[in-house]
C-alpha cells in the first residue's frame, strides 16, 4: 500500500500490545489459581475448581478455585479478627497503605491492564487507559479520606467486615470502588471477583501482600454465585456490598432483610442518551458511539435508549450508520481496535436472544458489514429502530453492543421518554441550550447526568441509581457514608425528654375521662373516613381503621403531590413553619390528647408538644441549608452533586412520644421536597392524627402529607409492596417483612431512629444526583 493510499483510506496496521509480561506472571501464578485468605494463598479444600478463559480466542488462562464454606468462614473470621486493629489504626497510617496501593497499581499498570484484557476480551486501549488509570485513582482519593477522617467524620466509625460481591464488567475498577472506600474508612473485607473474570482481583492481592497490608484486612475469595451467597448471607457479616445484575440484587436484598446488614446495591440500567435538535449533531454521534459501544456495551450506565428529536432524527441515524460502520471490532489486544469480545459465550447467547426477540416483536435491526473475528465471542455494534417505548428491547437492559432509537418531538416528551423505565441509573443530555440542557437533566430520575458528555466518572464523585438501579453511591464523600455508620456520640438535637414514653396505655380512653375522640384519616389533603368502614378503640378515643386501599389512594395522592419537590426550598420552609406556630397554638389541645392517649403525665405531654413544635422550626430551618457541592473532578468543568428528594416515601411511626415520633419523622422528609405517606403509631395514634386540624389551616398542599391509622399489620406490607412509594423508613414494627417487602421495585428502607443526628435523616431524606457540566472553548 502506497503512502497516498494509506492516507486517503486511514487505514490502520495491527498494533498489537505485548502479552508476554503478562503470560509470565500467569505462568508464576498459576495455572492453577488459588485464593487470598488472611495474608496467605490457599485452594479449595473441596478441590473444586473452574476454567477461566480469554473470550477474544476462547484460550484456557487458568482454573480457578471455588470457594465453599469452609473458605469463606476463613476469610470472614480472619477480617473480623482484623478489624478491632485495623479500625483503630490512626487515619494516617491507614492513608499510607492506601497511597502504597495505589503506587503498585501505577506501577504494574501495564500487567494489569493486559491481565484484565486477556481475561475480558475489553480493548487494551480501555483497560490501558480507563480502568486501570480510575483504579490508582481511586486508591490515591481514598487514601486521603484515610487521612482525614477523623476530622471529616467526627461522630462515625466504620461498619465493621464487609462482603463485596462484583461483577465480570469492570472487574479491577468494580474492586477498587469497593475495597478503596471499605479500607479508608477502617472496614475489613471480604470480596469476590465475577467468575468470568477471577484474575486482576488475584493480582490485585499480590499488591496487598507486597504492600505489607495486615493479614485480613483484604481478603480476595474466588468463585460462582454460590460462594456469593455464602458471603451475602453470612452471619458474621456487617456490610453487604453488590453489583451486578437486579435479578441477584432483589435476591440478596430478600436474603439480607431483617439481619441488620448495611446494604448497598448497584445494579441494572437503561439509560437514555437524548439528543436535541439544537445539538452539536457530530459531536452527540461520538457520544453515542463511546455511551453504547464502550466495553462492548456492557456497561451497567451506558446510554443504550438513544431518545432523538424527530426533527433531526434522520440525518442523526445517518451519521451514527456511517460511523458504526468504522467501528472496528477485534483482538482486544490490538490498540487499535474499538470493540473487543464479549466477556464469555454465555453472556453472546442472551444478547443474540434478547436481539431476536426485537426482531420478532418487529423492530428494525441494522449491523454495519463489519467482519467479525473468528474463535472468540464476538457481537457487532447494532441500531434498532422501529421500536415503541414497551417493546422489551427498549425496557430490558441487554447489556450488549446494542442500542435502540426512538424519536421525540417535545421535551416534555423526551423527559417523559426518559422517565419511562424502573431503572434510574444514568443519562446523557445533548444540547447547545443551556436552558435546554439543565432543565432535562434535572428531569431526569436517575444518579448521574451528563450534558454534552457522557461516561465521566471520577473517584471524587459519588456513582448510583434511583429506583431499581440500586440504593448507595460510590465514590467522594457520598461514597464514604456507605462504609461508615454513627457511632452515637454526637449531641442529639432530637427532643429527648423521654419520660413517660413508654408508659403502658390506659385502657380504652380510662385515663382522660371526659375527652373521647374520633380522628379520620387524612389523605390527598381531606379527612377520609376508612374504606372499609371499620374503626378502632384506642386509647383515648377511636381512629379509622385503614385498609389496603385506604393506603393505595394516599399513595395515588402523594404521587400526584410531587410538585411539592419543585417549589422552591424556601417556600416550603414557609410551610412548616406554619405548621409549627399553627400547632404551637393548639398545645393545650394537643396534650391532652397526648395524656389521654399514652397515659403520661400532663407535664410530659406539654414537654412532648414543644419538642414537636421545635421539630415542625428545625427542619423548616434545614429546607433550605442541606446543600449539595460542586465536586472536583479529574473533567475540565464542573461536576454539580444535587442532594434531590426521593419521592413518596412511607413512614412507619414509632410507638414512643407519638407526636414527637411522627414530626421527627415526617418533618425532615417534607423538607427535602418528598410526599409521604404515613402510618401512626399503631398504639396511640391520636396524638398524631389531631394534626390533620393543623394541617388543613397551615397551607400544606393536598397529598403532600397523608396518614392512614390502622392496625399495621394489615397495612404495612401494601406499603412497603407498592411499587409508588420509593422509600420506606420504618420506626416500629418488624423490619424483615418490610425490607422482603421492598424488593419488588428496590425501594430504600431505613431503619428509621429519631435519635440520629439531623444530618443523618437529612441524608436518608434524599438521594444525590451529579450532573456533570463540561465546558471549554
Ligand atoms: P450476576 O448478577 O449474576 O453476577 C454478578 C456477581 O454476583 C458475580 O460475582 C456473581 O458470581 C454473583 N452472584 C450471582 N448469584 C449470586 C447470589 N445468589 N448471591 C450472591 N452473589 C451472586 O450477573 P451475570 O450473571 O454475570 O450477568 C447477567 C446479567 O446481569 C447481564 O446480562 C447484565 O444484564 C446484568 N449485569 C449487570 C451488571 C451491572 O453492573 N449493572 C454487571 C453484571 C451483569
Ligand atoms: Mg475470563
Given at each position: 500500500m502506497s503512502v497516498k493510499e494509506i492516507l486517503d483510506s486511514l487505514e490502520w496496521g495491527p498494533a498489537p500490545e505485548s502479552d508476554a509480561f503478562a503470560r509470565e506472571w500467569l505462568?508464576?501464578?498459576?495455572?492453577?489459581?488459588?485464593?487470598?485468605?488472611?495474608?496467605?494463598?490457599?485452594?479449595?479444600?473441596?478441590?473444586?475448581?473452574?476454567?477461566?478463559?480469554?473470550?477474544?480466542?476462547?484460550?484456557?488462562?487458568?482454573?480457578i478455585s471455588q470457594a465453599g464454606e469452609e473458605e469463606v468462614n476463613a476469610a470472614v473470621a480472619a477480617a473480623r479478627a482484623a478489624l478491632p486493629e485495623w479500625s483503630s489504626t490512626p487515619g494516617h497510617v491507614r492513608a499510607r497503605y492506601l497511597y502504597a496501593i495505589a503506587r503498585q497499581v501505577q506501577k504494574h499498570h501495564r500487567l494489569l491492564a493486559v491481565l484484565e484484557t486477556l481475561d475480558n476480551g475489553k480493548p487494551i486501549r480501555e483497560t490501558r487507559d480507563v480502568d486501570v488509570p480510575l483504579v490508582a485513582r481511586h486508591f490515591y482519593h481514598h487514601a486521603g479520606w484515610a487521612q482525614l477522617f477523623d476530622e471529616t467524620f467526627?461522630?462515625?466509625?466504620?461498619?465493621?467486615?464487609?462482603?463485596?460481591?462484583i461483577p465480570w464488567n469492570f472487574p479491577l475498577l468494580m474492586l477498587a470502588w469497593k475495597i478503596a472506600p471499605a479500607i479508608a474508612a477502617g472496614n475489613t473485607v471480604v470480596l469476590k471477583p465475577a467468575e468470568f473474570t477471577s484474575i486482576s482481583a488475584l493480582a490485585f492481592a499480590a499488591i496487598c501482600e507486597s504492600v505489607g497490608l495486615p493479614s485480613g484486612v483484604v481478603n480476595i475469595v474466588t468463585g460462582d454465585g454460590r460462594t456469593g451467597a455464602l458471603i451475602t448471607e453470612h452471619e458474621d457479616i456487617d456490610k453487604v456490598a453488590f453489583t451486578g445484575s437486579t435479578e441477584v440484587g432483589r435476591v440478596i436484598r430478600k436474603a439480607t432483610a431483617g439481619s441488620g446488614k448495611a446494604l448497598t446495591?448497584?445494579?441494572?440500567?437503561?439509560?437514555?442518551?437524548?439528543?436535541?435538535?439544537?445539538?452539536?449533531?457530530d459531536s452527540a454521534v461520538e457520544g453515542l458511539v463511546n455511551a453504547i459501544w464502550f466495553n462492548q456495551g456492557q456497561v451497567c450506565c451506558a446510554g443504550s435508549r438513544l431518545l432523538v428529536q424527530e426533527s433531526v432524527a434522520e440525518e442523526f441515524h445517518e451519521k451514527l450508520r456511517a460511523r458504526m460502520g468504522k467501528l472496528r471490532v477485534g483482538n482486544p489486544m490490538d490498540k487499535a481496535v474499538d470493540m473487543g469480545a464479549i466477556v464469555d459465550e454465555v453472556q453472546l447467547k442472551t444478547i443474540s436472544e434478547l436481539c431476536q426477540l426485537g426482531c420478532d416483536e418487529g423492530a428494525t435491526m441494522w449491523q454495519p458489514d463489519t467482519e467479525l473475528p473468528k474463535?472468540?465471542?464476538?457481537?457487532?455494534?447494532?441500531?434498532?429502530?422501529?421500536?415503541?417505548?414497551?417493546?422489551?428491547?427498549?425496557?430490558?437492559?441487554?447489556?450488549?453492543?446494542?442500542?435502540?432509537?426512538?424519536?421525540?418531538?417535545?421535551?416534555?416528551?423526551?423527559?417523559?421518554?426518559?422517565?419511562?423505565?424502573?431503572?434510574?441509573?444514568?443519562?446523557?443530555?445533548?444540547?447547545?441550550?443551556?436552558?435546554?440542557?439543565?432543565?432535562?437533566?434535572?428531569?431526569?430520575?436517575?444518579?448521574?447526568?451528563?450534558?454534552?458528555?457522557?461516561?465521566?466518572?471520577?473517584?471524587?464523585?459519588?456513582?448510583?441509581?434511583?429506583?431499581?438501579?440500586?440504593f448507595g453511591r460510590e465514590g467522594g464523600r457520598e461514597g464514604m457514608h456507605a462504609y461508615i455508620r454513627p457511632t452515637g456520640d454526637h449531641e442529639s438535637?432530637?427532643?429527648?425528654?423521654?419520660?413517660?414514653?413508654?408508659?403502658?396505655?390506659?385502657?380504652?380512653?380510662?385515663?382522660s375521662g371526659d375527652i373521647d375522640r374520633t380522628a379520620k384519616?387524612?389523605?390527598?389533603?381531606?379527612?377520609?373516613?376508612?374504606?372499609?368502614?371499620?374503626?378502632?378503640?384506642?386509647?383515648?378515643?377511636?381512629?379509622?381503621?385503614?385498609?389496603?386501599?385506604?393506603?393505595?389512594?394516599?399513595?395515588?395522592?402523594?404521587?400526584?403531590?410531587i410538585a411539592w419537590a419543585e417549589m422552591s426550598a424556601h417556600s416550603r420552609a414557609q410551610v412548616l413553619y406554619y405548621i409549627a406556630e399553627n400547632l404551637e397554638q393548639r398545645t393545650e389541645e394537643f396534650a391532652s390528647?397526648?395524656?389521654?392517649?399514652?397515659g403520661c403525665s400532663d407535664d410530659d405531654a406539654a414537654t412532648e408538644v414543644a419538642d414537636s413544635?421545635?421539630?415542625?422550626?428545625?427542619?423548616?430551618?434545614?429546607?433550605?441549608?442541606?446543600?449539595?457541592?460542586?465536586?472536583?473532578?479529574?473533567?475540565?468543568?464542573?461536576?454539580?452533586?444535587?442532594?434531590?428528594?426521593?419521592?413518596?416515601?412511607?413512614?412507619?411511626?414509632?410507638?414512643?412520644?407519638?407526636?414527637?415520633?411522627?414530626?421527627?419523622?415526617?418533618?425532615?422528609?417534607?423538607?427535602?421536597?418528598?410526599?409521604?405517606?404515613?402510618?401512626?403509631?399503631?398504639?396511640?395514634?391520636?396524638?398524631?392524627?389531631?394534626?390533620?386540624?393543623?394541617?388543613?389551616?397551615?397551607?400544606?398542599?393536598?397529598?403532600?402529607?397523608?396518614?392512614?391509622?390502622?392496625?399495621?399489620?394489615e397495612i404495612v406490607s401494601t406499603l412497603a409492596e407498592h411499587d409508588g412509594v420509593d422509600a420506606i423508613w420504618s420506626a416500629a414494627g418488624d423490619i424483615a417483612e418490610v425490607e422482603v417487602a421492598s424488593a419488588g421495585n428496590m425501594k430504600r428502607v431505613w431503619n428509621a431512629d429519631t435519635s440520629a443526628a439531623d444530618e443523618e435523616l437529612l441524608r436518608a431524606a434524599t438521594q444525590v444526583k451529579n450532573i456533570w457540566l463540561p465546558h471549554g472553548v
Open positions: 505462568d508464576e501464578h498459576g495455572p492453577d489459581f488459588g485464593m487470598y485468605i488472611d495474608g496467605g494463598w490457599r485452594h479449595a479444600a473441596s478441590g473444586e475448581k473452574f476454567e477461566t478463559r480469554n473470550p477474544a480466542d476462547n484460550q484456557l488462562l487458568g482454573t467526627p461522630s462515625y466509625g466504620p461498619v465493621g467486615v464487609c462482603g463485596q460481591v446495591l448497584e445494579l441494572g440500567g437503561k439509560s437514555p442518551f437524548i439528543v436535541f435538535e439544537d445539538a452539536d449533531i474463535g472468540g465471542w464476538f457481537f457487532p455494534p447494532t441500531l434498532f429502530t422501529d421500536v415503541s417505548p414497551a417493546s422489551t428491547i427498549v425496557q430490558e437492559e441487554i447489556f450488549g453492543p446494542v442500542l435502540v432509537s426512538l424519536t421525540f418531538r417535545s421535551h416534555e416528551e423526551a423527559i417523559a421518554l426518559a422517565n419511562n423505565t424502573r431503572y434510574g441509573l444514568a443519562g446523557s443530555v445533548w444540547s447547545q441550550d443551556l436552558d435546554t440542557a439543565l432543565e432535562v437533566a434535572r428531569a431526569i430520575r436517575a444518579g448521574t447526568i451528563w450534558v454534552n458528555c457522557t461516561n465521566q466518572f471520577d473517584a471524587n464523585s459519588g456513582f448510583g441509581g434511583y429506583r431499581e438501579s440500586g438535637t432530637a427532643a429527648v425528654a423521654t419520660a413517660g414514653a413508654d408508659a403502658p396505655a390506659p385502657a380504652g380512653g380510662d385515663g384519616m387524612y389523605i390527598g389533603g381531606k379527612q377520609k373516613r376508612p374504606d372499609g368502614g371499620y374503626s378502632l378503640d384506642v386509647p383515648g378515643g377511636q381512629v379509622g381503621r385503614g385498609n389496603r386501599k385506604d393506603i393505595r389512594d394516599a399513595v395515588a395522592a402523594a404521587i400526584k403531590a390528647i397526648i395524656s389521654a392517649s399514652t413544635v421545635a421539630e415542625w422550626f428545625r427542619w423548616a430551618a434545614w429546607a433550605d441549608k442541606f446543600d449539595g457541592r460542586v465536586h472536583e473532578t479529574t473533567m475540565h468543568g464542573l461536576v454539580l452533586a444535587l442532594n434531590e428528594a426521593i419521592g413518596v416515601v412511607g413512614v412507619i411511626c414509632p410507638d414512643s412520644r407519638p407526636l414527637h415520633g411522627f414530626t421527627r419523622l415526617v418533618a425532615p422528609l417534607l423538607a427535602m421536597g418528598n410526599t409521604v405517606v404515613a402510618i401512626p403509631s399503631e398504639a396511640h395514634p391520636l396524638a398524631a392524627a389531631g394534626i390533620y386540624q393543623v394541617l388543613e389551616t397551615s397551607d400544606l398542599p393536598g397529598g403532600v402529607l397523608n396518614f392512614v391509622t390502622g392496625l399495621r399489620q
